[in-house]
């Protein structure tokens, strides 16, 4: 039963003590975040990842997360996802043949003037490539100072792997959508009318398929059903919907903005159903909603449950490492350089 999982999964971690650390992120479920030893957005587990002296990490999360772990940790310390299914379909979106005939093409059209971003929703393999080109990586609580250290460095920029927020992040630096390009990695194709010499922002086709689901036609009918309703959007959304939300930002942002609300204000949330459960949960006196009635869970995050996590505990209380995540050496050296220089800023 859930009772007795829960139950030896405590007993597990005490027998560990401070030689285990379980980083989880806001859009696990309940029952795995109620064992984290810290919660947090992408940026916020990268930092506590990177001080952490604990010998294994078991990463509830997503394989992205837990490879920037690893690449963070020190070579001594284990990084284990409790299901290995737990992956991203955003960072799926772009693959080093994809990232290396993009750049070629790129490189022929703008030669030394683009520097390449990436979302840290990406694989470690794409951050080595960007880290490689004297790039950084971003998260959603720092995008607007990257974009502007990127543009400080070079002319224009590619933003890997999620056009929304690199769409979303640009606009708000006032940089115009007609100075925005979109790569397409299947077509392998720039797609834009007009002068690319005007071109600013190169946008990698890609996008979050549980952001995708919050609609303009799902503000519409927040707008004439509860008039009174804030709506408040995470910048993976199109571009459409955050303009006529009436604020983006992180996840980190969305939850501080409502703990700061007054009691009695209404929202309706644009992000992934478990964050967006929890915070109802935790706000009792606020009226809190999904702006997608269909909720819009992140299946991969899903995966990752008491089953899973109580396996990995079992078999590592046997001593047997089960999942491990480890970033080949060259790769995670290259992809740290990106990480670095993004922590650095931060
Ligand atoms: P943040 O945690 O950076 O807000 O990212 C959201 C997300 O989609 C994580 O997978
Ligand atoms: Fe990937 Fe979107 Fe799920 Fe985050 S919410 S892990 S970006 S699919």
Redesign the pocket.
């Known amino acids: 039963t859930d009772q007795e999982m829960t139950a030896r999964i405590r007993e597990i971690k005490r027998q560990f003590g401070d030689a285990l650390f379980i980083p989880g992120h806001h859009?696990q479920k309940d029952e795995v975040i109620q064992f984290a030893d810290a919660t947090g957005d992408s940026l916020q587990l990268a930092q506590v990842s990177a001080k952490q002296k604990a010998s294994t990490i078991i990463f509830c999360g997503?394989h992205f997360m837990a490879e920037t772990a690893d690449i963070l940790s020190a070579d001594d310390q284990q990084v284990i996802l409790p299901d290995l299914r737990a992956g991203?379909?955003?960072?799926d979106m772009a693959n080093d043949q994809q990232t290396d005939a993009a750049w070629q093409e790129l490189q022929n059209i703008f030669a030394d003037t683009i520097i390449p971003l990436t979302y840290v929703?990406s694989t470690a393999s794409i951050k080595a490539f960007v880290g490689r080109n004297g790039g950084a990586t971003v998260t959603s609580s720092n995008s607007k100072k990257m974009v502007g250290w990127a543009l400080e460095q070079k002319q224009r920029l590619l933003f890997l792997p999620?056009q929304h927020l690199g769409r979303n992040t640009a606009f708000d630096l006032g940089i115009p959508l007609d100075q925005m390009a979109v790569w397409d990695p299947i077509k392998r194709k720039l797609e834009y009318d007009g002068d690319y010499q005007r071109i600013k922002v190169i946008l990698w086709k890609g996008q979050?398929?549980?952001?995708e689901n919050f609609t303009v036609k799902n503000i519409e009918q927040i707008r004439e059903n509860h008039p009174q309703m804030q709506i408040i959007v995470h910048p993976?959304c199109r571009h459409e919907v955050v303009q006529k939300s009436d604020k983006a930002g992180s996840t980190k942002y969305i939850i501080e903005t409502i703990e700061k609300a007054e009691s009695g204000t209404e929202w309706a949330i644009g992000t992934?159903m478990n964050l967006v459960n929890r915070i109802r949960k935790v706000h009792p006196d606020k009226k809190i909603i999904s702006l997608n009635p269909y909720m819009c869970p992140?299946l991969?995050?899903n995966r990752i449950d008491l089953p899973h996590l109580l396996w990995v505990m079992e078999e590592l209380e046997q001593g047997t490492v089960c999942n491990e995540i480890k970033v080949e050496k060259t790769i995670a050296n290259d992809a740290k350089m990106a990480l670095d220089r993004m922590l650095q800023l931060s």
């Open positions: 859009y997503v991203c379909s955003m960072a929703n999620d979050c398929s549980v952001h993976e992934e992140c991969t995050m």
